[in-house]
């Protein structure tokens, strides 16, 4: 198959069976069969794997802290003319941070071919971004703070030790928790005395969504409760591994 001028993709084009003698002449005298097949030309592109480095950008909601971010993509591979490509020594993405919550700490990230460059590969990755949260911040008083205010009045209720579910779970799944160890919470109702009398701890249902999740997750816990009763939990996050 002769060269097709300007070919910049693997083709497939049919072309006859010739037969040469040792010194290339072609031999009329010899039947070929198939007289004609399809030949395949693979052209690739110029590439290659560089590093992959990430840059934290963007500032975390108040209350939370991004501690690191981190993803299984070490190395990604760009392809163009061999000078541009081999001048690139690394792959530097920026990660803006600023959409992290205490649900959904994963950061999906667009990768766009450098400049002068035809593509780069994968087109995205997910960052996954581990985090600390300040629960005096995103409580404004914590739970110790408000029943010592109330210590005298009718107004407050405690209830120590609500056990958290796990909603959203994958079938065959399971969950460990990690922080609180016990997977207990605390909660403050508050409400009208004859209201807060009639309370009991059967009347909550504490719980996180772990839907769509799987490994170690900071998840926001979650309060089914009665329509007429106010309340505060402690801690504001769980830590849960989900397996």
């Known amino acids: 198959m002769t060269e097709q001028p300007g070919l910049n993709a693997s083709v497939t084009r049919e072309a006859r069976v010739r037969v040469l003698a040792n010194d290339l002449t072609k031999l009329d005298n010899v039947t070929i069969e198939p007289e004609v097949v399809e030949v395949e030309a693979v052209i690739e592109e110029y590439s290659k794997e560089v590093p992959l480095s990430l840059l934290q950008t963007g500032t975390a909601p108040e209350g939370i802290t991004v501690d690191e971010i981190e993803t299984d993509i070490n190395t990604v591979k760009i392809s163009g003319p061999p000078n541009v490509v081999d001048a690139i020594e690394k792959y530097e993405v920026e990660v803006n941070i600023s959409g992290v919550t ?76 990690l922080d609180p160890v016990n997977g207990m919470v605390a909660l403050v109702a508050y409400g009208t005395e004859e209201m807060l009398k009639n309370l009991s701890l059967e009347d909550f249902v504490v719980y996180v969504d772990a839907a769509e999740k799987l490994g170690r997750h900071e998840l926001a816990v979650a309060v089914d409760g009665p329509a007429e009763a106010e309340w505060r939990i402690s801690p504001v996050s769980a830590t849960v591994n989900i397996r």
């Open 102 to 177: 205490l649900t959904d700490t994963a950061i999906e990230v667009e990768l766009a071919a450098p400049e002068g460059t035809s593509s780069v590969d994968p087109s995205n990755i997910i960052v996954d971004a581990d985090i600390s949260v300040d629960e005096t911040v995103l409580i404004p008083e914590n739970v110790n703070a408000i029943v010592g205010g109330y210590a005298d009045s009718d107004e407050i209720r405690l209830f120590e030790n609500l056990a958290l579910e796990v909603r959203g779970m994958e079938e065959g799944n399971g969950a460990d928790f």
